[in-house]
């Protein structure tokens, strides 16, 4: 252990002195395009969806059968493209999607799941700013529209089928903070942290256009708020018009 850790603060020391050796890949954002990919994992709140898993579990385990997990979180992943504004300024596009997903088999022959992807789009603007030539720390915010996208609940046995549909948007946002290190002038390595806001107040099935509501008489909602983090990769490059 002693040895990795040596190792690991030699890297770091000799980082600095390495970007000359390698080359001035980055000192400023301004006037250069930026196209990207991002995968990453996002916790959600979910609150309304986990209780209703509870009171099915219950009646399934009181059966015999086992509980449905809940959904903590789910998978990410993001496509974008930025311009630099200024020196230390970006401003941004994006879309991408989140999965939100459970199943499980509680009682012999049948099948009880919940699957809420969702999809979301928008922009974003972050504070860039360049250091010894080779790293990139960035911090900013964004604001997204987000829908679900072909949400379901369903249960299922060898006599019954029973399901309701998912269906809702909401207006989201986004604070986040990460940074990259550059391999050459037009490719970087990245990675962010970040919070996101985005919680769905009306739901409606989509098949009966019917506002879902719960057993207290309240809005059900689908909330995606949460820690999320992702990395991935850039690709950097000027365009003269």
């Known amino acids: 252990m002693k040895k990795i850790i040596l ?13 000359h050796a390698y080359g001035d890949y980055i000192n400023s954002v301004a006037q250069r395009y930026c196209a990207y990919g991002n995968f990453g994992y996002g916790m959600y709140a979910l609150n309304d969806i986990n209780n209703l898993l509870d009171l099915s579990n219950s009646s399934l385990v009181a059966a015999g ?62 504070l860039a700013l360049p250091i010894q030539n080779i790293f990139l720390l960035t911090v900013g915010a964004g604001m997204y529209n987000l829908s679900l996208i072909d949400g379901i609940y369903k249960v299922e046995d060898p006599v019954a089928y029973f399901s309701e549909t998912f269906s809702g948007s909401t207006l989201a946002y986004k604070i986040m903070g990460g940074g990259e290190v550059f391999c050459s002038e037009h490719f970087s390595l990245s990675a962010d942290i970040g919070y996101r806001i985005a919680k769905i107040n009306e739901v409606t099935d989509a098949s009966e256009n019917v506002i879902w ?23 950097y490059f000027d365009l003269h018009l």
């Not at 008489?217 to 990395?231: E, H």
């Open 7 to 19: 190792i690991l603060l030699f890297a770091i020391w000799t980082i600095p002195g390495s970007a």
């Open 213 to 235: 509501t719960n057993p207290d008489g309240s809005n059900f909602t689908i909330d995606f708020s949460g820690l999320f983090w992702q990395a991935g990769i850039k690709f």
């Open 65 to 126: 059968g086992t509980p449905t997990p809940k959904i903590a979180g789910g998978w990410n992943f993001t496509l974008g493209a930025s311009y630099g504004i200024s020196d230390y300024s970006i401003a941004g596009f994006e879309c991408g999607g989140l999965t939100a997903q459970t199943e499980n088999q509680p009682l012999p022959g049948v099948t009880q799941a919940i699957n809420i992807p969702a999809g979301e789009i928008g922009f974003f603007l972050k």
